[in-house]
């Protein structure tokens, strides 16, 4: 049973392009989070999603959305796709706030 | 300097050996520390988590805090050629709200 979930795997696409990838999460955790991972291996935390408040680093550009339709799941939202935002882009969730967090296997993303 | 800072190897040992990775950062707000260990193109796998200054064991593992340095160390005992993947940090401060990971070790354990 996998507990969190992303979908899809490897998306490839063209700059300017719209995508989404989906989150999903059957822990019951209440907060969820967004994570990108560079090329070099840099893990940054985009956004974290606890009791319907939303927290944002404030270096993520405006063209990143989350959005949740439940509790079990935060997806993400891309518009205007750029050559920059190729990386791997990982889903988490932990019970609450500063408690463990599990990560998702990765979407891999990768802009032409 | 960077909140957090990892030596990023690559770290070669031959099997059997004791690992030592380290991590310090910059922040003293920070109250929470974890390790995870991330293989080829798969998710970050949490393997140890702590929030208090001293020493916490799991199996072969040994998580180190020491708050008043800004210094943690994660120690794996008897190396096996499985345990070969890359070894982040990460820090969070004490709301929880924001993380910040090292750039991790990549570790090779060698038969």
């Known amino acids: 049973d996998t507990a969190v979930s992303q979908t899809p795997k490897y998306l490839v696409t063209q700059m300017g392009n719209d995508k989404s990838i989906k989150c999903e999460q059957n822990l019951g955790h209440d907060t969820m989070y967004w994570y990108k991972q560079d090329s070099k291996k840099f893990l940054k935390i985009m956004f974290s999603y606890n009791n319907k408040e939303l927290i944002i680093n404030e270096t993520v550009p405006n063209r990143f959305s989350p959005k949740s339709p439940d509790k079990a799941h935060l997806n993400l939202h891309i518009n205007s796709l750029e050559l920059g935002d190729s990386a791997v882009y990982f889903c988490?969730?932990?019970?609450?706030?500063?408690?463990?967090?599990?990560f998702g296997p990765g979407t891999r993303l990768t802009v032409l | 300097q960077k909140e957090v800072e990892q030596d990023p190897g690559p770290l070669s040992v031959p099997e059997g050996a004791i690992v030592s990775l380290n991590c310090t950062y910059s922040?003293?707000?920070?109250?929470?520390f974890m390790w995870y260990r991330q293989y080829s193109r798969k998710g970050p796998e949490l393997l140890m988590y702590t929030y208090s200054s001293g020493n916490k064991e799991d199996g072969r593992f040994t998580a180190q805090v020491d708050k008043s340095s800004k210094y943690i160390s994660l120690f794996i005992r008897d190396s096996q050629p499985s345990d070969s993947a890359t070894y982040l940090c990460a820090i969070g401060d004490n709301y929880g709200q924001n993380f910040v990971f090292g750039p991790g070790t990549r570790l090779s354990v060698l038969p």
């Open positions: 988490a969730s932990s019970q609450g706030l500063g408690d463990e967090q599990f």
């Open positions: 922040n003293s707000a920070f109250q929470y």
